[in-house]
């Protein structure tokens, strides 16, 4: 209650103080925490129980136990969607962290060392940063739609840059099962690698001067700066984006759907699609009770390999 209203007796006192500390934050909390209930929570929880459900669409979903997960354990079609959907979520990260570091150090340190200061990015960083974000800003449809002329077989700009030089190219989207997880890694690293480039100039931005100064009076080099230095000290929010990066791979959606043939490559989201435009809605949610684990499971283990003590600067 407003202190004013409050009894002389306990306005001092250490345990009332406490209280009134936390009935604040819960104020504060409720409603946002009742909207995300509502609105994130409850549809994950029907989704579970739908998974054990036979549901078809209609008022009536009838309980039937691990039916539709034994059937998805039986599925081929099933495990080889999860199998590329794993290979893009263990891959993709990778790639596109590594790429994004690398010219995020770039436009924040690689350049050569000017008059007065310790470190400086090379010349027209601010206009790299506006070219690597700009993918960001399409529509994934887009992306998709393009990346497709990109690699298409037969008139494609790729395959025709490559007779240009008397190379034959590979049949990119209807070919081997390689060739197409090759086109999409790069069309994912592509799509995404400038938001890291951006979220790590940021990182390293906030690294103070003076550390990169004690560094290069050291005598240590380019790499020898960014493994030492740099790397440990925004290592919380590699590990941040390393998450995000493999939900994004994860929920490779739109890109395989519009680009992909069907028969190429697969994803599990896409199969997932498939069984909702076949009525299987209840199989269909168990699917995406399987990717929600994943994504947990997968969240879990990057948690816990990439911990280290905190280093504070």
């Known amino acids: 209650m407003p202190p004013r209203f409050t009894p002389q007796r306990v306005r ?37 129980y739908y ?8 008022p009536v ?27 893009l979520l263990v891959v993709a990260p990778v790639v596109t962290l590594v790429l994004g570091m690398f010219f995020a150090y770039m436009i924040t340190a690689g350049g050569r060392h000017r008059k007065g200061q310790a470190v400086s990015g090379v010349a027209g960083s601010s206009l790299y940063k506006v070219v690597y974000f700009f993918p960001q800003v399409l529509s994934v449809a887009i992306i998709a739609v393009i990346w497709g002329r990109v690699f298409n077989t037969n008139s494609g700009l790729l395959n025709g840059s490559l007779d240009l030089v008397g190379i034959d190219g590979p049949a990119w989207l209807g070919g081997e099962y390689s060739w197409a997880l090759i086109a999409m890694l790069t069309v994912l690293s592509w799509s995404f690698v400038g938001f890291y480039v951006v979220l790590f100039s940021a990182a390293m931005g906030s690294i103070p001067r003076d550390i990169y ?38 929920d490779s959606f739109a890109i395989v759907l519009v680009m992909m043939p069907k028969h190429v490559l697969k994803v599990t989201p896409v199969f997932l699609y498939e069984r909702f435009q076949e009525g299987q809605y209840g199989y269909a949610t168990s699917i995406g009770v399987v990717l929600l684990v994943l994504s947990v499971v997968f969240s879990l283990i990057i948690m816990r390999v990439g911990s280290r003590d905190r280093i504070e600067f």
């Open 12 to 48: 001092y006192d250490r345990r009332y103080r406490t209280l009134d500390k936390y009935r604040f934050i819960v104020g504060f909390l409720a409603i946002p925490l009742a909207f995300y209930g509502l609105f994130v929570i409850s549809p994950f929880l029907q989704a579970i």
């Open 61 to 87: 979903a009838n309980f039937i136990g691990f039916d539709n997960y034994v059937k998805m354990w039986n599925d081929e079609r099933f495990w080889d969607s999860t199998v590329t959907s794993v290979t």
């Open 213 to 250: 100064e004690a560094a290069l009076l050291d005598g240590a080099g380019r790499s020898r700066t960014f493994f030492g230095v740099t790397l440990p000290l925004i290592w919380d929010t590699v590990r941040t984006g390393w998450i995000y990066m493999g939900i994004q791979a994860l």
């Open 51 to 58: 998974s054990f459900t036979d549901w078809s669409g209609g």
